[in-house]
């Protein structure tokens, strides 16, 4: 299967932690990815991980990867209210004759409460 | 570079137009895909290039819907005979072969059949 899903909103306090859920399906995935979108804006790549990868840190961003339970999550610490947006996961799939796709969910969106 | 770039960024249409919308990738890179998104809903693939060639077509929502990629390099999306379903925003994005460390998105078309 191809699906790929998300909770469709979260709401935080402004300094506090953001934790935003993925699940998948395809164990067949190699590579993982969050995707931040602004209003009326495209999509801008946060970071991505590596299947082989339980996590990875980038700056305040922290991605954990459970491949047994196809779960994936983004951390956000200390929580701007710039950060307030759509947040996008997304996974590889081969999709035959070296052709690779990425797969979205249907995105989380992120309110900052001042 | 200056990224992916889309135009227009904005198109109304009256229904049974056509229209046509162009892509210009990050010059280094050689793999040019096709996305459509619709409100609350994330990207959806139609085609991707791999250079001039189009490896991957048949996710296309129907036969209105045609891309091309002349000389590797600019793309255009043309949609035929439009119709209200076709609002949307298409969204371009390139990467370097298979795009394992993501996809570069451009900021998009957003189409308004009237």
């Known amino acids: 299967g191809e699906d790929v899903e998300q909770s469709l909103f979260l709401s935080v306090r402004e300094g506090d932690s953001s934790v935003i859920n993925c699940t998948y399906t395809d164990s067949s995935s190699t590579y993982l990815y969050w995707y931040k979108q602004e209003p009326g804006a495209g999509l801008q790549l946060l970071t991505y991980?590596?299947?082989?990868?339980d996590m990875k840190q980038d700056q305040r961003l922290t991605v954990l990867l459970n491949k047994k339970d196809k779960h994936l999550s983004l951390r956000i610490a200390d929580t701007q209210t710039g950060d307030s947006a759509i947040y996008f996961c997304?996974?590889?799939?081969?999709?035959?004759?070296?052709?690779?796709?990425?797969?979205f969910g249907k995105g989380t969106k992120l309110s900052v409460i001042p | 570079d200056t990224g992916v770039s889309q135009d227009p960024r904005h198109k109304i249409t009256k229904r049974g137009q056509n229209v046509t919308f162009r892509c210009d990738p990050i010059?280094?890179?050689?793999?040019l895909y096709w996305y459509r998104q619709t409100l609350g809903q994330g990207p959806e693939f139609l085609t991707y290039?791999?250079?001039?060639?189009?490896?991957?077509k048949s996710r296309l929502l129907s036969d209105r819907f045609s891309a091309e990629r002349p000389k590797g390099s600019f793309s255009t999306l043309e949609i035929q005979r439009t119709e209200q379903g076709d609002s949307a925003m298409y969204l371009c994005?390139?990467?370097?072969?298979?795009?394992?460390?993501?996809?570069?998105f451009g900021s998009g078309t957003r189409l308004t059949v009237v």
């Open positions: 290039f791999q250079n001039e060639a189009q490896l991957e």
């Open positions: 991980i590596f299947s082989n990868m």
């Open positions: 997304a996974e590889r799939l081969y999709s035959g004759a070296g052709s690779y796709q990425l797969t």
């Open positions: 010059s280094e890179h050689n793999r």
């Open positions: 994005a390139s990467s370097w072969d298979r795009g394992r460390d993501g996809y570069t």
